[in-house]
């Protein structure tokens, strides 16, 4: 029942994501394109400036709009897979948590399977910002590579760390749920390690 739930939310995140690229995307577009124009056509300086300010409006909106998109379900992850979606994460992270260096490593010989794909970007993306947000640290590490029928994935950041069971006990840490949750539908499994020189996270998952 739960595998068919997050498959479920998968498919309406998609379907969400999709409408808003295709259509809201498309309004904003065109509301950009006509203030553009009515900018250039020959008005009173008043009328200019505020088409400026509209244009200025216009453009942040659809920007917010592209990334609710990118967060609902990245469309690379479907067209180019895991590690491409990643990398594209991986830039838009950059820009949100500009504090945080972020280095990434995808060694992926082929494509994998899409509850696979999605069920790594969600771990991926769950731990990374679970790092950004709680850790303290600085540094954040992504590893994801694939051999002899396993996938395997490793976050790790240098931040302050904490203690694993603690947070397991007191049912706080939606995080290490969702990732535990999601590997364990795949048949994987995975292992925290945290300490006061920072926690990774360690995720094998089969193919």
Do not use: C, W
Request: aromatic letters at 4%; hydrophobic letters at 40%.
């Amino acid at each position: 029942l739960l595998e068919q739930l997050i498959t479920a939310q998968e498919e309406e995140r998609k379907r969400i994501a999709r409408e808003l690229h295709d259509d809201v995307g498309q309004a904003l577009n065109s509301l950009t394109l006509g203030i553009s124009a009515l900018a250039l056509a020959n008005g009173t300086e008043d009328a200019n400036a505020r088409a400026s300010e509209l244009r200025a409006i216009t453009d942040e909106t659809l920007q917010t709009v592209r990334q609710l998109g990118r967060d609902l379900r990245p469309s690379v992850l479907d067209d180019l897979g895991l590690a491409e979606a990643l990398r594209n994460y991986a830039a838009d992270f950059r820009s949100t948590y500009p504090e945080f260096s972020v280095d990434t490593h995808f060694d992926l010989t082929t494509r994998l399977q899409s509850t696979v794909e999605i069920a790594l970007y969600r771990m991926v993306q769950e731990g990374m910002t679970n790092a950004a947000r709680h850790s303290h640290g600085r540094t954040i590490s992504v590893l994801v590579t694939q051999r002899n029928g396993l996938v395997q994935a490793i976050i790790e950041d240098d931040g302050v760390g904490f203690d694993v069971n603690a947070m397991r006990r007191s049912g706080k840490s939606v995080g290490i749920h969702s990732i535990s949750e999601r590997a364990d539908l795949l048949g994987g499994r995975v292992r925290f390690e945290s300490g006061s020189g920072g926690t990774s996270v360690y995720i094998e998952v089969p193919t």
